[in-house]
């Protein structure tokens, strides 16, 4: 068995963004423990992992970020010189449902990390980070100018964004008070295959291959802007290895989509891949109740990377649609998977009654 002198743990590595993060590490630093630490909640799936799960640099670990023990043992046993901190609750909609659950993990998780990082170390901080993976929506909503920097006062909106507004603010104070070495990144909404199917993308492509009825909010003039996951993966290797200690950067897509815009979009694209007559899914779009403090506009400027890193967007929007309803249609038993039990129960509860106005 080979011992690996340095370990990064990547929390939340069996959800989303986390997986396409974990699959690019342990693929490019074989030399490198690669810990993915996830409770596996409704949201995280091992499924998405199957083709790296057998590789000898990773380690998967089921365990709760709030868990004090278990988190301080793994610094013990493990050279940890990383933590890139993904775990998450990440779905607004949810936490206008319960927004303690996201104050437990989003805000106490990220707390309970900080210590044992800080503890493991104290001697030598030098050569070590913990990376919080943030959102834009810690900035508020926009109106229809103007873009969020990485100067723009914090302004979250809904609980979620409270919650990881909250966690960044501990960052920062952890570096200020303990000299704990640290990035933060603050990324727009992203995309691609293995979202799970409550965020509007993977929900809208499902609804289209069962031919249900499209839910949108309001009347979807919100706005956001869309970054292919595997771009985000990219950066999040850039800023762990090449950011500067105690610096935030922004990371968009420079990709600004009115939600009903996007929708039709989707249908378009996933009528021309299931070979459906063009038009037909525009069928299924239905106007539903707003989300409560519906946020309008999310915009990102992300010179900083850019200028700094050289990181830009490498994949646009067309194709990166069209790969994500491919892979959508591609994996029908994933969808099923997950669209059955506990997810189906919230989508009644959420969707149960629809208003056409
Ligand atoms: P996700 O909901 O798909 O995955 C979250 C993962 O965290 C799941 O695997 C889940 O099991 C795990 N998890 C949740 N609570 C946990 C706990 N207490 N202990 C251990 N593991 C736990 O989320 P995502 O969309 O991949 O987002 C990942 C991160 O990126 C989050 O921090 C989110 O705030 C941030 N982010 C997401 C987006 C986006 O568009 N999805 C944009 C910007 C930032
Ligand atoms: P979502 O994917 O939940 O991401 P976020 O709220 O973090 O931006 O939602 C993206 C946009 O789509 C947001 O403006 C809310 C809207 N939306 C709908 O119109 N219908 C839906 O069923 C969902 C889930 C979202």
Redesign the pocket.
């Known amino acids: 068995m080979t011992s690996f002198r340095q370990a990064i743990i990547i929390?939340?590595?069996?959800?989303?963004?986390?997986?396409?993060t974990v699959r690019l590490f342990v693929n490019k630093y074989p030399e490198i423990r690669i810990i993915n630490?996830?409770?596996?909640?409704?949201?995280?799936?091992l499924e998405?992992l199957r083709d790296i799960e057998g590789k000898e640099n990773y380690l998967f670990v089921k365990?709760?970020?709030?868990?004090e023990g278990l988190i301080f043992s793994l610094f013990e046993k493990y050279p940890v010189t990383g933590v890139i901190?993904?775990?998450?609750?990440?779905?607004v909609d949810r936490s206008i449902t319960n927004p303690l659950e996201f104050i437990?993990?989003?805000i106490i998780?990220t707390v309970t990390l900080m210590n044992a990082a800080r503890e493991a170390w104290k001697e030598q901080p030098e050569g070590k980070r913990f990376y919080?993976?943030?959102?834009?929506?810690v900035y508020g909503s926009l109106g229809a100018e103007g873009y969020f920097t990485e100067s723009t006062p914090y302004n979250p909106q809904s609980p979620?964004s409270a919650s990881?507004a909250g966690a960044d603010h501990f960052v920062r104070a952890y570096g200020n008070t303990y000299g704990l070495p640290h990035v933060i990144?603050?990324?727009?909404?992203?995309?691609g295959p293995?979202?799970?199917p409550e965020?509007l993308i993977p929900l809208t492509i499902n609804n289209i291959l069962h031919k249900k009825p499209i839910p949108v909010y309001g009347k979807g003039e919100n706005i956001r802007d869309w970054?292919y996951?595997e771009d985000?993966a990219r950066a999040i290797d850039l800023v762990f290895f090449q950011g500067r200690n105690g610096r935030t950067y922004n990371?968009g897509g420079n990709n600004e989509w009115k939600n009903i815009d996007l929708v039709k979009k989707l249908c378009d694209i996933t009528d021309r891949l299931l070979d459906r007559p063009a038009g037909s899914s525009r069928g299924l779009i239905t106007f539903v109740r707003d989300r409560a403090g519906h946020d309008l506009r999310y915009a990102i400027d992300s010179s900083r990377i850019r200028d700094e890193l050289g990181w830009q967007p490498e994949t646009s929007f067309d194709d990166g649609l069209t790969k994500t309803v491919q892979w959508y249609l591609d994996n029908t038993e994933w969808l099923e998977h997950i669209t059955t039990g506990a997810y189906a129960k919230y989508y009644e509860q959420q969707y149960g009654t629809t208003n056409d106005e």
């Not at 929390?11 to 396409?20: D, L, M, R, Y």
């Not at 990144?185 to 995309?191: E, F, G, L, Q, R």
Request: hydrophobic share 25%.
């Open positions: 929390t939340g590595g069996a959800g989303f963004i986390g997986s396409h630490l996830d409770k596996l909640t409704y949201a995280g799936n998405n365990g709760d970020i709030t868990d901190h993904l775990a998450a609750e990440s779905h437990q993990t989003n998780g919080q993976i943030s959102t834009d929506e979620y990881k990144t603050n990324c727009s909404n992203n995309y293995f979202q799970f965020k970054l996951v985000h990371i």
